[in-house]
């Protein structure tokens, strides 16, 4: 289940920001696992990481796995641990704790074991666990970045919350301080064998070796690219707002 999520659904805030556009006057798009398949069915849309974990958990409870939710701390300059930036699943097996995050797209469940050090062998997409003071320390490579890991750290007064948590963070998030993915487009796929991503109107392609390639896109080639290579729908497309060059993102 992991693995087909990993590779069948995007990391991309397409309908957060056409939700910023509009009106406002509902919770923000993909706050609730119906609305988000429906986006997702009708115009290959996923979310950043509260409405893409929130609605991961939702579907695997819905297969009656043992998932819960967590609210972790992504550890980037001027953030602290407890911040409660980053949403992300466990599920647990034969009393093992499987970190499944649907926005990382790891492939691979990741062992979550007291006192060891763990990590996933899916290649590009592999990630790493480290134990810390009441909790781990995940790592992984983003789509855009692979020069350093990036990082988030569980907290135990965080695990688990409920959905209306990830609602509340999320909605939380639509404020420029807490969330880097508001007024630009980002957007992540993962293939079995391959990274692709647009971040800062740049297209940014991973092999399976690890090695990056980058090209400049203007408007209507990000557009292109949107619709042939990442399956997004031409309603949604047309729909997003123009980038803030000034903004700043990750």
Request: net charge negative; aromatic share 10%.
């Amino acid at each position: 289940m992991y693995a087909a999520v990993s590779g069948n659904v995007s990391g991309d805030n397409v309908q957060k920001r056409i939700w910023l556009d509009g009106d406002r006057g509902s919770p923000v798009a993909g706050s609730y696992p119906e609305e988000f398949f429906e986006n997702w069915l009708a115009h290959g849309t996923g979310g950043t990481c509260f409405p893409l974990n929130g609605a991961f958990a939702a579907l695997l409870e819905a297969l009656e796995f043992p998932v819960r939710r967590i609210a972790t701390t992504m550890m980037v300059p001027g953030v602290e641990r407890g911040i409660s930036n980053h949403g992300s699943v466990v599920v647990t097996f034969d009393d093992v704790d499987y970190a499944v995050d649907a926005q990382t797209a790891g492939f691979e469940a990741l062992p979550l074991r007291p006192g060891e050090e763990t990590r996933t062998t899916s290649g590009i997409h592999a990630m790493s666990a480290f134990p810390i003071e009441d909790g781990f320390e995940v790592r992984f490579h983003t789509g855009h970045v692979r020069e350093q890991e990036f990082r988030f750290q569980t907290e135990s007064e965080n695990d688990p919350v409920d959905h209306e948590r990830f609602v509340s963070l999320y909605a939380r998030s639509t404020d420029n301080a807490f969330s880097p993915f508001n007024n630009q487009l980002y957007i992540c796929r993962h293939f079995e064998d391959s990274i692709l991503s647009i971040h800062r109107g740049k297209k940014i392609s991973v092999a399976a070796d690890g090695s990056l390639t980058s090209v400049e896109l203007d408007d209507a080639l990000v557009r292109e690219a949107l619709v042939e290579e990442f399956g997004i729908s031409e309603e949604a497309v047309y729909a997003l707002p123009k980038d803030d060059p000034d903004a700043p993102g990750m």
